[in-house]
């Protein structure tokens, strides 16, 4: 079966680097992607992986080891405001997305 | 409007009740998708559209039902609603998914 994986919750102080995590085990692979929801409100897309590497986005990155089915989130200089849950999702060989349960980014003074 | 809108925000309603819950785009993507958002569990996809007049099911399709008559609307249906389908629903566009502000459905 298709499967997501990713912390359930994780906690951070502001101004630190935090790194969330995704494995995955899909048919198929056509991207990954991360999303972004504060509680109450809908998803934002965050960043898109296809190929191996590091994507740098400003104060976020996105890595991604297809040969692993791993990818992470770094989140650097970390505020009060990156707080909310950070969803993955795979695109699986019939270009459906795949979605992660979520990690609930917790960010203290 | 710019975007997705949704509507309505939220309702509850009666079990064995039919809902339509209405979802337009102005973007003209041609992609559009529903999605139900329930706690603890990842997003789920109920049906999908690739093009008007196309739909597809997803992972969840059972009571559910969708439309694309034009490009910009994708309304979903719930037949005869159950307490099992109370949660939150997102309308979304694009491979890239732009969503919707969601609905807030219970029902009883």
């Known amino acids: 079966g298709q499967n997501i994986d990713q912390p359930t919750e994780m906690t951070a102080t502001e101004g630190a680097i935090v790194q969330i995590n995704c494995t995955y085990q899909t048919s198929g692979f056509n991207g990954l992607f991360w999303y972004q929801q504060h509680a109450g409100e809908a998803p934002t897309f965050l960043s898109y992986?296809?190929l191996d590497g590091l994507e740098e986005k400003g104060r976020f990155s996105s890595f991604l080891s297809r040969s692993k089915g791993y990818s992470y989130l770094l989140l650097k200089e970390l505020q009060m405001k990156d707080s909310a849950s950070y969803l993955c999702?795979?695109?699986?060989?019939?270009?459906?997305?795949?979605w992660g349960a979520g990690t609930k980014l917790i960010i203290k003074p | 409007i710019a975007g997705i809108t949704q509507a309505p925000t939220s309702q509850i309603l009666a079990a064995g009740r039919r809902m339509t819950l209405r979802c337009t785009q102005d973007m003209r993507h041609n992609a559009m998708y529903w999605y139900r958002q329930d706690l603890g569990l990842g997003l789920r996809l109920i049906h999908y559209?690739?093009?008007?007049?196309?739909?597809g099911k997803g992972e969840v399709p059972d009571g559910y039902s969708v439309s694309r008559a034009n490009t910009d609307d994708f309304p979903l249906t719930l037949a005869s609603a159950v307490p099992s389908q109370t949660s939150v629903y997102f309308c979304?566009?694009?491979?890239?998914?732009?969503f919707g502000p969601g609905t807030r459905l219970t029902v009883l």
């Open positions: 999702a795979v695109m699986d060989s019939n270009y459906q997305l795949i």
């Open positions: 979304a566009s694009k491979v890239t998914q732009y």
């Open positions: 559209s690739n093009t008007a007049g196309t739909t």
């Open positions: 992986n296809v």
